[in-house]
């Protein structure tokens, strides 16, 4: 089995080879000619492949890349370098990619109730994505009521608007909506951040159900590990653009191997390590606009060296996974990721 490979399929769906997304922050003519446009690496040098079946979840603080990230996975944004595969083909731009391909991917997002339009009836809202798909009407009316139940929802709710929803009766039929067409792939862009604490948990579990009677593959990105340690089979930890660190979900929360991780997870009071410290991260996030030479994280790492400062890490490879540091905390198990 290759070092990437989650427990659960190991096909790729999706592989993103050596991706680098910028923006550029001034583009007058002026900043042109004279070359002082200034850009942001909202996404720098990630290479990750997400397999079939499988859940990989996505974390890092506010700014690190992850929306970007699956707005490129999405297609609704194109790399500035590297490339993105869709059943090993490479896809571009959503807009030249073909229907067929579109609909194979659903998507969620944080605020439910701005996604549904508020003039739709809930029916209306889930019916939308299948008749611009030209499904006939009976084949729409028999996969209304399969998506109702799916999602746990019934008629009655089907009949109102999204004003009129909770904001957890609200994520169940953008839910709807993203699986109505069938699609292989959900991207869920932190689809519980903006429930109650009650309500997350619930949704979480839905999620999780539909996973495996439909055989999803999902990528789920949260801002907190402790959101994906009960739903992703892998784990990718972004910090200014950059991976780094993906391995299995029990490993990584058992034996983090960049000192990122283990710093977020020493924060998290029911998971952190029995007896040992929170590590306190000093400082701000730098800007993506300047990031620091050698590795990104030095300036903030309890345990940086000179050098870190200086070189910019290869991957190490460690079991079933991989971390981007000079110095990674003892892996015990095996050695040898390519990627
Ligand atoms: N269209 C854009 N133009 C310019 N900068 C952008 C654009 N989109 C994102 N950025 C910048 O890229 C960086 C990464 O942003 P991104 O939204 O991908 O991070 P994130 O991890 O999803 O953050 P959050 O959790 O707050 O949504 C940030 O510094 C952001 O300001």
Same mark, same amino acid.
């Given at each position: 089995m290759s070092p990437q490979q989650p427990t659960t399929g190991s096909t790729p769906v999706f592989e993103i080879e050596s991706v680098t997304k910028r923006f550029a922050l001034s583009d007058s003519l002026l900043d042109r000619a004279i070359g002082t446009r200034e850009f942001v690496t909202a996404v720098d040098d990630v290479s990750l492949t997400i397999h079939e079946g499988e859940t990989l979840g996505l974390v890092g603080e506010s700014g690190s890349g992850k929306s970007t990230l699956a707005n490129l996975i999405t297609g609704l944004y194109e790399p500035t370098?590297?490339?993105?595969?869709?059943?090993?083909?490479? *896809?571009?731009?959503?807009?030249?990619?073909?229907?067929?391909?579109?609909?194979?991917?659903?998507?969620?997002?944080?605020?439910?109730?701005?996604?549904?339009?508020?003039?739709?009836?809930?029916?209306?809202?889930?019916?939308?994505?299948?008749?611009?798909?030209?499904?006939?009407?009976?084949?729409?009316?028999?996969?209304?009521?399969?998506?109702?139940?799916?999602?746990?929802?019934?008629?009655?709710?089907?009949?109102?608007?999204?004003?009129?929803?909770?904001?957890?009766?609200?994520?169940?039929?953008?839910?709807?909506?993203?699986?109505?067409?069938?699609?292989?792939?959900?991207?869920?862009?932190?689809?519980?951040?903006?429930?109650?604490?009650?309500?997350?948990?619930?949704?979480?579990?839905?999620?999780?159900?539909?996973?495996?009677?439909?055989?999803?593959?999902?990528?789920?990105?949260?801002?907190?590990?402790?959101?994906?340690?009960?739903?992703?089979?892998? *784990?990718?930890?972004?910090?200014?653009?950059?991976?780094?660190?993906?391995?299995?979900?029990?490993?990584?929360?058992?034996?983090?191997?960049?000192?990122?991780?283990?710093?977020?997870?020493?924060?998290?009071?029911?998971?952190?390590?029995?007896g040992g410290e929170t590590v306190i991260l000093e400082g701000d996030i730098p800007s993506p606009v300047n990031p620091p030479n050698g590795c990104v994280f030095h300036t903030r790492c309890p345990i940086a060296r000179p050098e870190c400062a200086e070189i910019n890490p290869q991957y190490e490879g460690i079991s079933h996974g991989r971390t981007k540091c000079l110095y990674p905390i003892d892996d015990e198990i095996e050695s040898g990721a390519e990627q």
């Open positions: 370098e590297g490339m993105i595969s869709f059943d090993g083909e490479p *896809v571009g731009h959503v807009s030249a990619r073909p229907t067929d391909v579109r609909s194979q991917i659903g998507m969620v997002f944080q605020n439910p109730k701005a996604s549904i339009d508020p003039r739709m009836s809930i029916r209306d809202a889930i019916d939308e994505p299948m008749k611009a798909q030209g499904w006939s009407r009976s084949r729409r009316e028999d996969r209304m009521e399969e998506l109702l139940s799916l999602v746990n929802l019934s008629e009655h709710h089907a009949d109102r608007y999204a004003h009129e929803l909770s904001g957890g009766q609200a994520q169940r039929v953008a839910i709807a909506r993203a699986v109505a067409l069938e699609p292989r792939v959900l991207v869920l862009d932190e689809p519980t951040s903006a429930l109650d604490v009650s309500v997350q948990a619930k949704i979480t579990n839905l999620l999780v159900e539909l996973q495996e009677r439909l055989g999803l593959t999902m990528l789920f990105i949260a801002h907190d590990l402790s959101v994906v340690e009960h739903i992703a089979d892998r *784990v990718a930890v972004m910090y200014l653009g950059q991976v780094m660190e993906v391995a299995p979900t029990e490993q990584l929360f058992e034996r983090p191997t960049h000192p990122y991780t283990s710093a977020l997870l020493s924060a998290i009071p029911e998971v952190g390590p029995d």
